[in-house]
């Protein structure tokens, strides 16, 4: 039992796209960022990407030309837009939350892209 409730992932061919969400379930005070995380087998959980609270958005490097984040502030979610995907971004995908005081994470999302 988690505060932060993910969906959208699956099973995509090589190139096409996905929209993760994920969403406060209970009342968090002052999120200040959120953002999406994920961990590959036998890899470490890395940056996605994050955003701010104000918009300001934060991505990985080598992601940054086919995602996309986004936040509806009033609602509390997070959103991931992932296109032209790539069997190396096959992953368990993690929603995450922080403010003062906490740093909340999702259960988890797989996606997997095959060839």
């Known amino acids: 039992q988690v505060p932060l409730v993910e969906s959208g992932g699956g099973l995509v061919q090589a190139g096409g796209s996905l929209r993760l969400s994920c969403a406060a379930s209970g009342t968090i005070f002052s999120i200040n960022v959120m953002g999406w995380y994920r961990q590959a087998p036998g890899k470490q959980r890395e940056l996605v990407a994050t955003i701010t609270r104000g918009g300001d958005a934060n991505y990985a490097e080598s992601l940054k030309d086919r995602f996309t984040i986004s936040r509806q502030n009033a609602k509390s979610t997070v959103y991931l837009q992932m296109n032209n995907l790539k069997p190396e971004d096959t992953a368990v995908y993690y929603c995450?939350?922080?403010?003062?005081?906490?740093?909340?994470w999702g259960q988890g999302t797989q996606v997997t892209v095959s060839s």
């Open positions: 995450n939350a922080y403010g003062p005081g906490f740093d909340y």
